[in-house]
């Protein structure tokens, strides 16, 4: 068997599309156009870059984009005054802080300091709690757009064996409650997981997220499974140069999995798509007015 592979490059074009179509339509009948605020501390060039592409798709799919860059040296006072200022801004609906902040900076509150409902990464405490009990809440992105193509794939996922490999706040932790609230059987695995081949030979879907370059095998990958690679990590070629490749070994689990995504060109391009979504999502609520549909959890 060869897998299909999971376009993920062409399905955050179609999710920027329906987003563009809402924000010229909030424009017309409303007179609101969504506004989205991005905070950066620091000059990590990999942040930079993020954040410059977020600025980019912000502006083209018709939203305003605020960028706040401040310096590496920022005292915690001070960010948390611009959040506050940007809180009480009516013309910015989302809110997002780019991660690792300077270690000097405690991210768990600056990131709680954000108004939860302009929180469009959905790292917010209270987002989670939502997330957690199955009421509407502000979606992290790349879980977003992991779910998005798992649902447009499969139709539903109601009792498929999931198990996501990585535990962390900004993926495994929200991909498993997503894959939970579509009433899949979910496993998380982690770096203390016994018999790891041996749990991923169980699951109908694939989550990889531990940013260890091509750690599962196609053979840990049972026939016909959904391979969803979120890992981005850049190895060196034997020949010289450098390439990206994800968490999953690409070469032998296209050849036994049903369904793969690829990387480059796979879960990435979603994360800034459903950004924008959020971004979208938020005004709507902010302003009593429908949400689009298909564009969140
Ligand atoms: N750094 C890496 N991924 C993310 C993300 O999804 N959101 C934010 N704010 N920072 C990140």
């Not at 009792?159 to 009433?183: H, T, W």
């Not at 979120?230 to 070629?237: D, L, M, Q, T």
């Not at 938020?282 to 564009?295: D, H, I, S, V, Y």
Request: one cysteine or more; glycine letters at 10%; proline letters at 6%.
């Amino acid at each position: 068997m060869t897998a299909q592979v999971i376009d993920g490059k062409a399905f955050a074009a179609t999710v920027r599309g329906k987003v563009a179509d809402h924000v010229a339509k909030l424009k017309d009948e409303h007179g609101i156009t969504p506004g989205l605020a991005v905070v950066l501390v620091g000059e990590d060039p990999a942040s930079q870059v993020y954040v410059r592409s977020k600025g980019k798709q912000t502006v083209e799919v018709g939203m305003n984009s605020y960028e706040h860059k401040l310096p590496a040296d920022t005292d915690e006072a001070t960010l948390l005054a611009l959040i506050e200022q940007l809180n009480n801004d009516p013309e910015v609906h989302g809110i997002l802080v780019q991660l690792p902040l300077p270690k000097h900076l405690d991210e768990d509150l600056v990131i709680n300091s954000i108004t939860p409902s302009k929180d469009v990464d959905g790292f917010h405490i209270s987002n989670v709690g939502l997330l957690g009990t199955g009421q509407k809440s502000m979606v992290p992105c790349t879980p977003l757009g992991c779910l998005m193509m798992l649902r447009d794939y499969h139709g539903s996922l109601s009792g498929m064996n999931a198990v996501v490999i990585g535990r962390s706040n900004i993926v495994g932790k929200p991909m498993a409650q997503l894959l939970l609230n579509d009433s899949c059987t979910v496993t998380i695995a982690h770096s203390r997981t016994k018999d790891l081949p041996e749990v991923v030979r169980r699951a109908d879907i694939v989550v990889a997220a531990v940013g260890r370059p091509e750690m599962v095998p196609g053979e840990w990958i049972k026939e016909g499974a959904t391979v969803i690679d979120v890992g981005i990590n850049r190895i060196e070629k034997p020949e010289g140069g450098t390439r990206l490749v994800g968490d999953v070994d690409y070469a032998s689990c296209v050849k036994v999995a049903g369904a793969i995504t690829p990387v480059p060109g796979g879960v990435g391009p979603m994360t800034i798509a459903c950004l924008l979504a959020n971004t979208v999502t938020a005004c709507c609520r902010a302003n009593g007015l429908t949400e689009p549909q298909g564009l969140t959890a």
